[in-house]
């Protein structure tokens, strides 16, 4: 397989588990995690090993120990996801210029 077939296929997987992440909901904002802007890094290697970085919208967040396992488990669930891997980080901290505009017209700030 050449570098452009297998760029396609990893773009092509990215989006897959991109869906998957737009249907888990932050409990408190009814948005989803991926437009609210909580997912800061997601590389899939050429395994199909997902690595994901994320934050919450605060540290205090009372989500924080279930959310993180919540999108592990939905993106090993994508076909062609090996592995999958979340870390929660804090920095940079997140912020309302974090999220789509999808997601800002949903509550209302555009």
């Not at 409990?27 to 690595?51: F, H, K, M, Q, T």
């Not at 924080?64 to 076909?79: C, D, H, I, R, S």
């Amino acid at each position: 397989m050449n570098d452009s077939s297998r760029n396609q296929e990893s773009e092509a997987l990215k989006e897959k588990v991109v869906e998957v992440l737009r249907q888990i909901y932050d409990p408190e904002i009814s948005v989803n995690i991926y437009d609210l802007g909580l997912i800061y890094d997601l590389d899939i290697d050429e395994e199909g090993r997902a690595r994901i970085r994320m934050t919450l919208t605060a540290p205090a967040c009372p989500f924080a120990g279930t959310l993180p396992g919540q999108v592990e488990m939905a993106t090993k669930g994508v076909e062609g996801i090996t592995d999958a891997s979340v870390e929660l980080v804090w920095d940079p901290p997140w912020s309302q210029e974090r999220m789509s505009d999808e997601a800002k017209l949903q509550l209302g700030l555009l």
